[in-house]
């Protein structure tokens, strides 16, 4: 079982329309998890952070956690094409603080 | 400086040869990492340096990877008698706190022929 798991896709969605990533982790010991967006041939970028159970919301954008389902998930609402992008779910530990990625999953938003 | 940069942003090399691949992490980060990165897969853990120390290298596939943060700022990794597998884009990044994520660099992609 690998440590973080996300549908690599390509999810397509129209524009206007709500994207939902989801991604899961095994470690149970996992504190602080993160969503990165990476355009092709471009580094991580860092666009939402969370480290309690519920919703946290940032623009557009709204992180969700379940920990006890280990889950975490990623919602862009009123999705426009420059969302199309590599969605990178990314779990770290304390104890580690190695920060484990899953391998992404590639979103199509389509005019 | 503002950015995490890293040097060179390709690298071409014969299979056999060794490597540096260069970080500069964001001024006062004092959390370094290093991860691998191949073609359709996320980021892939290598070390972790908190000030100079390698506070965790568990990632590094083998002893032909090593890297180094003498002074607390700048990363050199190396990687020696490279092979075609070790081709990837080698990423850098820095946090002042782990809780809020780490900041990447451009990376340096690396290709063995």
């Known amino acids: 079982q690998k440590e973080v798991e996300q549908n690599s896709g390509p999810l397509s969605v129209p524009e206007g329309a709500i994207a939902s990533l989801n991604c899961t982790y095994s470690d149970r010991g996992s504190q602080s998890f993160f969503w990165y967006r990476q355009y092709s041939g471009k580094s991580p970028e860092l666009i939402m952070f969370i480290y309690s159970n519920g919703d946290k919301e940032d623009g557009r954008f709204t992180a969700q956690l379940n920990k006890a389902s280990q889950y975490v998930s990623l919602l862009i609402r009123d999705s426009q094409p420059s969302d199309s992008a590599t969605y990178l779910c990314?779990?770290?530990?304390?104890?580690?603080?190695?920060?484990?990625f899953g391998t992404g999953t590639r979103l199509q938003v389509f005019p | 400086g503002a950015g995490v940069s890293q040097t060179p942003s390709n690298k071409v090399t014969e299979k056999g040869k060794y490597v540096e691949l260069r970080c500069d992490p964001i001024s006062g980060h004092t959390a370094l990492y290093w991860y691998r990165q191949s073609l359709g897969q996320g980021p892939e853990f290598l070390i972790y340096f908190q000030g100079t120390g390698a506070a965790d290298d568990s990632g590094l596939p083998n002893d032909r990877f090593f890297a180094v943060r003498p002074e607390g700022s700048v990363s050199t990794l190396k990687i020696q008698r490279t092979e075609r597998g070790d081709s990837a884009v080698y990423l850098c990044?820095?946090?002042?706190?782990?809780?809020?994520?780490?900041?990447f660099g451009s990376g340096t992609r690396l290709t063995v022929v």
């Open positions: 990044a820095s946090s002042l706190d782990s809780d809020r994520g780490r900041t």
């Open positions: 990314a779990v770290n530990n304390y104890n580690t603080d190695k920060l484990i």
